[in-house]
């Protein structure tokens, strides 16, 4: 079973070939996973004050 450390590597070689450049393919990648890594922080974000808004709505609706 391959650990995360040979995954990100592996998936780095893939963009050194199709970049043909490190350089490049370095800022490539990084970029990649900076953005996959920002919009899952913002997707948490979203969704924990939609589920906030969601469970403020529920309460005011109770009725006794």
Known sequence: METDRELDYNEYLEYVKKYKNPQTAAFKYFATVHCK????????RKLSTDLREKDDSKEGKTKI
């Open 37 to 44: 890594k920002l919009n899952s922080i913002l997707l948490a």
